[in-house]
């Protein structure tokens, strides 16, 4: 199936926009010696889309009443998500470099009273589905045309929560709501699938009544045209992308393993990591 | 009242139904304890027609007034205890406005925290126990570290549920929730109290916790009271002591107070509804003038309001006797609720007795 025409962005520019969410991922994690690497980088590409292809959101007024909206169920992908934001100008780079320092608006996972363009404060996984439910419902009452999207991980589907919000959003029809599940296959303690299979999610979630689209997650034409389905081809109910990703993905040496799930690069290995960001993915 | 046996709604009424029906007609069983008697209809022996008599608990129709005074931001979330919470009044009126999550407490309390993103103040009414205890967590992280707008209205504390156990007793929830940062914690003892209260901080800016009774406890205000942050009502002024009290220790209280002046024994009562912030000056001022102080409550007395009283007076090295009345940190046994009241010491002969035995040892 051929790509949809694109409004804002070609895929080289979102390449772009990826590689500098891994880079800026690696040199915070510099700054504080801790960092969720393989999370940020398995969404890179979801976020990247997202947010300069597809998302409605004004910088320079980070509460407009009918932006769309992105949470994050995955909170401890922060690091990944602030950069975005930096870029975009919600706040300035410096301000951003604080990352982790004492007092700083910026720490591992986020906090919506602190970080402009930051929709909801996350880190308990399993809550942002039902604050988006809730979202959805208040844009619907007003009449706003805005979306919210929310991004969980694979390891946040065995919480019960989930599914009681998967459950709602159905029940209301919230045609608003896109959720995106990136699965990395990867959480603190090692494989998902072995700690607590959570498959098959596609019957999972066409069974609670949510349209479900299945894509590889790193491949952009995939990622955009089914942002494009959920976003912009919305029907009587919410939709989910299962995004198949890998854990670490643009560093050899860090995909697909648990290790890299949380951790800190030495400066050898950083170096060889920036490099391997720099020249994107194969 | 008629004296005509009707047959119980439902005509295949199951026989453990007809029985329980039987034994509330048979004027051999001894209801005079019974919460539900006064206004009870005998003739529909019915669970919908009985919450008529929840009469404490009018939090649907104080929203309603509020909805109709212009407030279109109000929305109310409910975990399928609509009925019982007494809000399914606001859903009939406005039911674009009203959420019913079913039973899923913990996505309710996030789906409100999202509707207040979006300019709405929503007021979730719900059990205590699966509000406060079961949704510590989501409160603490989506409502209270956010500080948004969100009202909720737990009823049925302490032990008001009576015989149906300890899963629906809440005697943990001020604990609980007064450990969390931005949150306010309140009482409202009765309906009138409820009147007052929720107009009074709709505009707080930042979430609040009613915590309400059963709505069938016996009133305590004429007229919806003065209802500030940090508050309290002196109902009943006196000389030898004081106690500070919420919920139905409020009444019980106030029993007490009378129980005591035939015996020469002047009890201030206190309504202390503000739990968090609360009103040091009333504990303090207090302190100074009576050297043995009271608390009140339907709650363990380990972290409740006596604990919050305790913290003041220590802190201010104010260097009066406190007695902390409510549960002594034991899970309650079950029974009629105003039988327990009297196991419990919990009612005005139970206040009042240790009140007389705590001065009689304080010489």
């Not at chain 2, 629906?168 to 409820?194: K, Q």
């Not at chain 2, 009890?267 to 100074?288: E, N, T």
Request: glycine content about 10%; proline content about 4%; charged content about 20%.
């Amino acid at each position: 199936m051929a790509a949809r025409p694109r409004r804002n962005t070609t895929n080289a520019m979102l390449a772009e926009k990826a590689k500098m969410i891994r880079r800026e991922t690696v040199k915070l994690t510099d700054i504080c010696g801790s960092g969720h690497y393989g999370s940020a980088f398995s969404m890179a590409e979801l976020v990247a889309a997202l947010y300069y292809e597809f998302l409605h959101v004004r910088p320079e007024e980070p509460l407009w009443a009918d932006r769309d909206r992105f949470t994050m169920g995955k909170g401890h992908a922060a690091i990944g998500h602030f950069p975005v934001l930096a870029d975009l100008g919600f706040f300035s780079w410096e301000e951003l470099y604080t990352y982790t320092r004492l007092g700083s608006p910026f720490g591992d996972h986020p906090d919506m009273r602190k970080v402009k363009g930051a929709d909801f404060s996350s880190g308990s996984i399993g809550h942002n589905l039902s604050v988006s439910v809730g979202m959805a419902l208040g844009l619907r009452l007003r009449g706003s045309p805005a979306r919210v999207v929310c991004l969980m991980g694979d390891g946040e589907q065995a919480e019960g929560q989930v599914w009681e919000a998967a459950m709602s959003a159905a029940h209301w029809r919230l045609a608003g709501l896109v959720g995106i599940v990136d699965i990395n296959a990867v959480g603190s303690d090692g494989a998902v699938a072995e700690t607590m299979n959570n498959e098959p999610l596609h019957e999972k979630w066409a069974a609670f009544g949510w349209r479900v689209r299945r894509i590889d997650g790193h491949d952009l034409d995939a990622v955009c045209d089914a942002l494009d389905w959920a976003l912009n081809r919305a029907e009587d109910r919410p939709s989910v992308i299962l995004a198949d990703t890998i854990a670490g993905k643009g560093v050899s040496f860090m995909e697909r393993t648990w290790q890299w799930h949380l951790g800190f690069l030495g400066p050898e290995d950083r170096d060889r990591a920036l490099a391997e960001i720099e020249k994107g993915l194969a | 009242m008629s004296t005509t046996a009707a047959t119980p709604p439902g005509a295949s009424a199951s026989p453990s139904g007809r029985a329980a029906y039987a034994a509330i007609r048979n004027p051999a069983v001894d209801m005079s304890e019974s919460t539900v008697r006064p206004g009870f209809d005998p003739a529909s022996w019915d669970m919908v027609g009985s919450l008529n008599l929840s009469l404490q608990l009018p939090t649907g129709q104080v929203l309603i007034e509020l909805a109709d005074a212009g407030r279109d931001d109000i929305v109310v979330c409910t975990a399928d205890l609509g009925r019982p919470t007494q809000v399914i009044n606001f859903g009939r009126r406005f039911p674009h406005r009203y959420f019913n999550f079913g039973i899923a407490e913990r996505n309710m309390i996030g789906a409100a925290a999202g509707l207040a993103t979006t300019g709405f103040t929503p007021f979730i009414s719900n059990y205590s126990f699966f509000l406060a205890l079961m949704g510590a967590e989501n409160i603490r992280n989506d409502l209270a570290y956010t500080n948004l707008r969100v009202r909720m209205v737990g009823t049925h504390s302490g032990i008001a549920m009576g015989f149906y156990g300890t899963s629906h007793h809440c005697c943990e929830d001020i604990g609980l929730l007064r450990a969390i940062a931005n949150l306010v914690v309140m009482a409202p003892c009765d309906a009138n109290a409820i009147r007052a209260a929720l107009p009074a901080m709709l505009d707080h800016d930042g979430p609040v916790y009613f915590r309400c009774g059963r709505g069938r406890e016996a009133p305590v205000y004429d007229a919806p009271p003065a209802w500030r942050l940090g508050g309290s009502t002196m109902l009943r002024d006196g000389r030898h002591a004081t106690l500070f009290a919420i919920g139905t220790l409020v009444k019980a209280g106030l029993d007490a107070h009378e129980i005591l002046a035939r015996e020469g024994i002047s009890l201030r009562v206190v309504d202390l509804y503000s739990i968090k912030p609360i009103d040091r000056s009333a504990i303090l001022a207090a302190a100074k003038e009576h050297g043995v102080l009271f608390t009140g409550e339907e709650h363990n007395v380990v972290s409740g309001l006596g604990s919050a009283v305790a913290e003041v007076l220590a802190e201010a090295g104010a260097g009066a006797r406190l007695v902390r009345i409510g549960l002594d940190d034991q899970y309650s046994i079950l029974g009629p609720p105003t039988h327990l009241y009297r196991h419990y010491g919990l009612d005005g002969e139970g206040v009042a007795a240790k009140v007389k035995a705590a001065l009689g040892k304080a010489g």
